[in-house]
C-alpha cells in the first residue's frame, strides 16, 4: 500500500468558520478529516466532542472524507459509543488511558468504526503485540500530545520504522493493511523524511490551517507536494 493520504487536524481552523475550513481542505483534495478530543484530564486542554462531530460529518461524508477521532480522554470506553454515533469512521485511543486495551478496541469495532491505538513519543510499541489482528491504524505521536504547534520529536523517525516493520511483517502473514499515521509536527520541509521512514498517513494541523485566521489553500498543496 504506497497510498499516502493527509489528514489535516481542525484544532488549528478557524472554529469560527469550521465548515468552510473543512470544505477547503477537502476541495484541496483531504480525504481523512484528524479530529482532536481532549478532555483536560489526560491532557493539558480541552477541545471538541460528539456534539462537533455529528455537525461535521454529513459535510465530511459527502465529500468521501472519512472522519479519523483521536482520543485523548481517560476513561475511553465510555465516550466511544457517542462518536460512534456521531459518524466517527476512525476511533484511536491512546493504551495508557484505557484500563482494558482489547476491550477498547472491541467496542470501537462493534461499533461500526475502524480501531486504532496512539504512540505517545516515549511509550513502547510493546502494546501491539497480542492486538494486531484488532487495530486498523497505529499512529505514533511525534510531539506529546495535547496542542497543535509543537516541534516535531525526531526519534520519532526510528520508531516509524519499526512500526514499519511491525506492519509489513504482519501484513505479509495476514494479507491485513494497517494504516501507519503520524502526529505532530509534521510540515512541508520534514514530510518527505517521514514517509521515508514508513508513515503512509500525515496528520497536518498547523502546517495545513491559519489557526484562527483564513487558511491560505495552497498551504495542504505545498505539503503534498514534498510526497
Ligand atoms: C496534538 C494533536 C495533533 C495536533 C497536530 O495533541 O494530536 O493532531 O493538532 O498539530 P500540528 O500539526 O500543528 O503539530
Ligand atoms: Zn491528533
Not at 497510498?3 to 483531504?30: H, M
Not at 480525504?31 to 460528539?50: A, C, K
Not at 502546517?207 to 505539503?223: L, Q, S
Request: charge should be negative.
Amino acid at each position: 500500500d504506497k497510498t499516502f493520504r493527509i489528514a489535516p487536524s481542525i484544532l488549528s481552523a478557524n472554529f469560527a468558520k469550521l465548515g468552510q475550513e473543512i470544505e477547503n481542505v477537502i476541495k484541496s483534495g483531504t480525504d481523512i478529516v484528524h479530529f482532536d478530543v481532549m478532555d483536560n484530564h489526560y491532557v493539558p486542554n480541552l477541545t471538541i466532542g460528539p456534539l462537533v462531530c455529528d455537525a461535521i460529518r454529513e459535510l465530511s461524508h459527502n465529500a468521501g472524507a472519512l472522519i479519523d477521532v483521536h482520543l485523548m480522554v481517560k476513561p475511553v470506553d465510555r465516550i466511544i459509543p457517542d462518536f460512534a454515533k456521531a459518524g466517527a469512521d476512525i476511533i484511536t485511543f491512546h493504551p495508557e488511558a484505557s484500563d482494558h486495551i482489547d476491550r477498547s478496541l472491541a467496542l470501537i469495532r462493534d461499533s461500526g468504526c475502524k480501531a486504532g491505538l496512539v504512540f505517545n513519543p516515549a511509550t513502547p510499541l510493546h502494546y501491539l503485540d497480542y492486538v494486531m489482528d484488532k487495530v486498523d491504524m497505529i499512529l505514533l505521536m511525534s510531539v506529546n500530545p495535547g496542542f497543535g504547534g509543537q516541534k516535531f520529536i525526531p526519534a520519532t523517525l526510528d520508531k516509524l520504522k519499526q512500526a514499519r516493520a511491525r506492519i509489513d511483517a504482519y501484513t505479509e502473514k495476514s494479507g491485513r493493511q494497517i494504516w501507519l499515521e503520524v502526529d505532530g509536527g509534521v510540515n512541508a520541509n520534514n514530510i518527505a523524511d517521514i514517509a521515508k521512514a514508513g508513515a503512509d498517513t500525515f496528520v497536518a494541523g498547523s502546517a495545513v490551517f491559519g489557526a484562527g485566521k483564513d487558511t491560505d489553500p495552497n498551504r495542504y498543496d505545498t505539503i503534498v507536494g514534498q510526497l
